[in-house]
């Protein structure tokens, strides 16, 4: 199955206490945390762009599986990590944040954040 296509934030768990614990100011956190978020991802081959479109503020990381690349992290810091694939999963280790994309089926992605013990859960629908 191919990751392209767009899809819609549906549900998420433990958004508050993730995204305080990776510092995010409390005004932003309240803001952010009914708003539906777009995902538009581009696969050709082992080539990726991802756009997260949140409100007004967009994320942009292009990458190649396997080789490193300048990601932008959910704060907006830019780090340097590498992508992996294996079927229809995605794995990145960002500043010790592990991110897992899953595609589960054909029109839902699953991408699970996990630092220390605090596992934030976000399920997409493909729109």
Request: hydrophobic residues 40%; without cysteine; aromatic residues 6%.
């Amino acid at each position: 199955m191919a990751f392209t296509g767009k899809y819609e934030l549906q549900s998420q768990e433990n958004f508050e206490a993730f995204m305080k614990a990776i510092g995010l100011p409390d005004e932003l956190i309240q803001k952010g945390k009914d708003i539906k978020s777009i995902s538009e991802i581009e696969e050709t081959g082992d080539n990726f762009k991802v756009t997260v479109t949140t409100g007004s503020k967009v994320l942009v990381n292009t990458f190649t599986v396997g080789q490193e690349a300048d990601l932008e992290t959910v704060t907006g810091e830019k780090v340097k990590a590498v992508v992996m694939r294996d079927a229809n999963t995605l794995k990145v280790s960002l500043k010790g944040i592990e991110s897992v994309t899953e595609l589960v089926d054909a029109n839902t992605i699953v991408n699970t954040m996990t630092l220390g013990g605090i596992v934030y859960k976000r399920i997409s629908k493909r729109v």
